[in-house]
């Protein structure tokens, strides 16, 4: 009802306030889980270099990979939906690479640097559990294409994406040419590499790019937890399966992907979660599922 979905926000405006808060810490990146009132299972990526609207340098970009490294050895019970996030203090969630670190790189080391960011993307497109970008502030280049490495995009008041790569005589170089296109089409992914135009949040949602925006300050982590709540309580293997038979099925033809949910299917019926998710209906009570 209308009634519990405001209650529901209330309640999750309250988590924001109790935990979108950050001790001073070195790392560029770096996880938050566990913390008191937080959803149990919910996992955030932190982006912590304010100062430079967290562009991506080599210390950034070595941080995020241990993030995705502890992440990839969490059991699923306690790893159910991860979100990145910028850390709060600054005005953007990532402003691309950072460019004065870039000048001075050899031809060389630019490209290793470009492959390692691909690689680390990519690392969060494979991710088992959902991933949700929660835009608050400018998220152009890389910073878009981190976005774009997420299952799910939100946005605040203050977000603006766009891919501005051909304006520095280059392209998106971390996915960007490839994972836009089918999010928003090929006309429009083409419009905006092309042009290097910026969107509004509500330009955003208009084509897709974003599956939601909250007219708020940090309404892109606001909705991001919301979203990521509602996930966590959901059987984390069953999310799991659904999101491989997603992306896999996506990728081929109907039969295929037929057989591969199918597959995904299977997967879930050996599970104690699918136990007590019979067992929770037939008793009239809320399932309580542990990822096993």
């Given at each position: 009802?209308?009634?519990q979905?405001?209650?529901?926000a209330r ?6 306030r ?21 959803p ?17 340098s080599?210390?950034l ?21 991860v ?19 870039r000048?001075s790189?050899?031809?060389?080391e630019a490209?290793?640097f ?6 680390a ?6 991710l ?5 970008a ?6 152009l ?16 008041s ?11 005589a ?8 490839q ?21 509004t ?11 939601g ?6 309404g ?34 109907i039969t ?23 067992a929770?209906f ?8 542990n990822?096993?």
């Amino acid at each position: 009802t209308n009634h519990q979905h405001q209650m529901f926000a209330r309640a999750s405006r309250s988590l924001v306030r109790r935990f979108y808060s950050v001790a001073v810490r070195e790392e560029e990146a770096f996880l938050e889980f566990g913390l008191e009132g937080q959803p149990k299972g919910v996992v955030q990526i932190v982006l912590n270099r304010a100062s430079r609207k967290n562009a991506i340098s080599r210390k950034l970009l070595s941080d995020l990979e241990v993030c995705l490294q502890e992440i990839n050895s969490m059991p699923a019970g306690d790893a159910r939906v991860v979100i990145v996030r910028a850390a709060p203090g600054g005005n953007a969630f990532c402003a691309g690479a950072d460019l004065k670190e870039r000048k001075s790189m050899s031809q060389d080391e630019a490209r290793v640097f470009v492959s390692r960011l691909r690689s680390a993307f990519t690392s969060i497109e494979k991710l088992p559990m959902p991933t949700i970008a929660a835009i608050d502030g400018f998220a152009l280049g890389g910073g878009l294409e981190l976005a774009l490495s997420c299952d799910l995009r939100y946005s605040g008041s203050a977000g603006l994406m766009g891919l501005p790569e051909t304006g520095l005589a280059i392209i998106p170089g971390a996915g960007g040419t490839q994972r836009l296109t089918p999010v928003v089409g090929i006309a429009k992914a083409k419009e905006l590499i092309f042009t290097g135009n910026r969107l509004t949040p509500s330009e955003a949602l208009a084509i897709g790019l974003i599956n939601g925006f909250k007219d708020t300050e940090l309404g892109g982590f606001e909705y991001a937890l919301e979203v990521a709540t509602k996930i966590s309580l959901n059987g984390p293997i069953g999310v799991r399966s659904a999101k491989k038979a997603i992306n896999l099925g996506s990728q081929t033809d109907i039969t295929s992907g037929l057989a591969i949910e199918e597959l995904c299917y299977q997967e879930v019926i050996p599970t104690k979660d699918r136990l007590e998710g019979l067992a929770a209906f037939a008793e009239g009570r809320k399932p309580v599922y542990n990822g096993n």
